[in-house]
């Protein structure tokens, strides 16, 4: 996702209304394999605010996760903000603006600016931490492992954790305290 920036590298205050699609099939995180479900539109809008350029908008994607509870694939939106500043990178000047700008920008050398790295970045900020396909999801059940979003099993509820029995005797004994 290459932006020509040539122009706007040159004239303070100018900015470009951008639409991008990255149409990749998939992208890795990791040893993780996430699967895109549609190209990902990106909104943006650049603008050359003096010694950089800053980069704001919004990234679109529908990806394929796996539920962390029942294993089953789901579809998940994400529309996440996105915004990054990136400063021209020059011979003469790259030790004393490097050590300034770097903090807050990411640098770039020529007329273009590669995007890719950054909105796959934001698509990653943006999934959840823990994927559920829905909120009410039971999972398996962890005795007999049946999936209990599609069928009840016949365990024990009540079955306790061997390791844990010396507990319910003390829960037992003092139950009316």
């Known amino acids: 996702m290459k932006v020509f920036v040539g122009d706007l590298s040159k004239h303070p205050g100018m900015s470009l209304d951008l639409v991008l699609n990255y149409q990749k099939e998939k992208i890795y995180f990791g040893r993780d394999e996430i699967k895109l479900l549609k190209p990902v ?50 011979r003469e000047d ?44 039971m999972g398996f059940c962890n005795i007999c492992g049946v999936d209990l979003n599609k069928e009840n099993c016949n365990c024990r509820e009540s079955e306790l954790d061997p390791r844990l029995s010396v507990l319910s005797s003390f829960f037992k004994n003092n139950g009316s305290n």
């Open 41 to 90: 539109e990106v909104e943006l809008t650049a603008k050359n605010i003096g010694r950089t350029l800053l980069f704001q908008g919004k990234v679109h994607a529908k990806v394929e996760l796996s539920c962390s509870r029942c294993l089953e694939k789901f579809s998940f939106k994400i529309k996440a903000p996105y915004q990054e500043e990136f400063f021209l990178l020059r």
């Open 94 to 137: 790259q030790e004393e603006t490097a050590g300034v700008i770097l903090e807050t920008a990411r640098p770039y050398r020529g007329k273009f600016i590669d995007l890719t790295d950054t909105v796959i970045e934001t698509i990653l900020l943006g999934m959840p931490m823990k994927a559920l396909c829905d909120e009410n999801c």
